[in-house]
């Protein structure tokens, strides 16, 4: 499996392995035909026979490397007991809940009991999957799920979330907690399950001050890479900080691989880093109005950064959900244009 070869270090190419971030979705015509049959999102993510076929239907399209499971970062908060609903056009919703008492119930609940289905899609994706494309598993960190589950979903109204942090600092120090033996569990399981490498997304990394990034993201990081690490040594970890790639430097020694974001200056990181595994940053925004010179531009900027370096191609975010498909093709046929090895 490319994608796996250059996580491992045991491979390069001139053409990098890629996938996108939100590959599986809305700007997919046969995704919107299943969809239109679940009116509950979250009652989607449990039906494994429908999670295997979306999960697989970008591959089926598009000379892509790896598949990500199709399943959310609130399936957690979800198997917790807090309900998670979705309106059309809007953010996710999460019930108010009692966190005390969430805690309390937390201990006696399985993810692998709760999330079974997941599990299970997970191995007949595996199974029908090509052995040269990769499965990916993930989940979201708890600083990034916690701003969910205290906020109701409202994700602009972080000091809210911050404000909860600090009044509530031992309750919000159990939820961390917590939350990080979840995520544990849930990468695990994914891994078990067939999965063969997996990303943690800390999409909300940005708005953590700097002074708690420590606390707040990356000491819990380093706690999740060890213990999926001490019961997977070989499966690959990706780790996605949006708007925190500037601290990465500082991330070298875990010998995990890092998902940069479409506001980063790939070629500066990179030589910060020459020996780490990168991936992405194409930005969303470009893909969506597709080919001109600077999206051209960008991606052989990208390219050439990368060169010799161990690098997966990806975009900086999730694809945006109006992103004409031609426009994925035009990428995919630039990228291997540019790196000249299928030609
Ligand atoms: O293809 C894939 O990437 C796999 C599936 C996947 C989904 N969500 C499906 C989904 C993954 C990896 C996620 C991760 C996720 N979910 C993140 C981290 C990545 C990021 O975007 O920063 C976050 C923050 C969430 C929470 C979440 N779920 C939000 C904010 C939304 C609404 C987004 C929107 O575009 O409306 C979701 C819903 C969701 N999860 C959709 C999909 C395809 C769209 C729902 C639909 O079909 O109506």
């Not at 695990?188 to 943690?200: F, L, S, Y």
């Not at 997304?201 to 706690?223: Q, T």
């Amino acid at each position: 499996m490319r994608f796996i070869d250059v996580l491992t270090h045991k491979k390069s190419f001139t053409t990098p392995p890629m996938w996108m971030m939100r590959q599986a979705g809305r700007y997919l015509p046969e995704y919107r035909k299943i969809r239109q049959n679940h009116p509950d999102f979250m009652h989607f993510c449990f039906s494994s026979d429908d999670v295997v076929e979306v999960t697989l239907q970008p591959l089926r399209r598009f000379p892509l490397d790896a598949a990500i499971i199709f399943s959310d970062i609130l399936v957690i908060p979800h198997a917790l007991g807090q309900r998670v609903w979705f309106e059309p056009d809007h953010g996710p919703k999460l019930e108010t809940v009692n966190f005390n008492a969430l805690l309390k119930k937390a201990d006696t609940i399985s993810l692998k009991n709760a999330l079974a289905p997941v599990a299970d899609a997970i191995a007949k994706t595996r199974a029908f999957l090509d052995q040269t494309k990769a499965l990916i598993g993930f989940a979201g960190a708890p600083w990034t799920l916690l701003t969910y589950m205290i906020s109701n979903g409202k994700t602009a109204d972080f000091n809210t979330v911050l404000g909860f942090a600090q009044e509530n600092a031992t309750l919000f120090k159990q939820l961390q907690a917590m939350m990080e033996e979840k995520v544990i569990d849930l990468l695990c399981m994914h891994i078990e399950a067939g999965c063969d490498a997996v990303q943690i997304f800390e999409s909300w990394a940005k708005v953590v001050p700097a002074h708690l990034r420590n606390a707040y993201l990356y000491e819990p990081l380093k706690r999740i890479v060890k213990a999926v690490h001490l019961r997977h040594f070989n499966t690959p970890i990706i780790y996605y900080g949006r708007g925190v790639s500037g601290d990465y430097t500082q991330l070298i020694d875990l010998n995990i691989a890092f998902g940069v974001d479409e506001t980063a200056n790939m070629s500066v990181l990179r030589s910060h880093m020459p020996t780490t595994v990168l991936q992405g940053n194409f930005s969303p925004e470009l893909l969506l109005q597709g080919d001109n010179e600077q999206f051209k531009s960008t991606i052989k900027s990208m390219l050439e950064a990368n060169q010799g370096a161990p690098y997966i191609f990806n975009l900086g975010h999730g694809i945006n959900k109006d992103t004409p498909i031609a426009h994925v093709e035009q990428m995919i046929d630039l990228i291997q244009c540019f790196s000249g090895d299928n030609f």
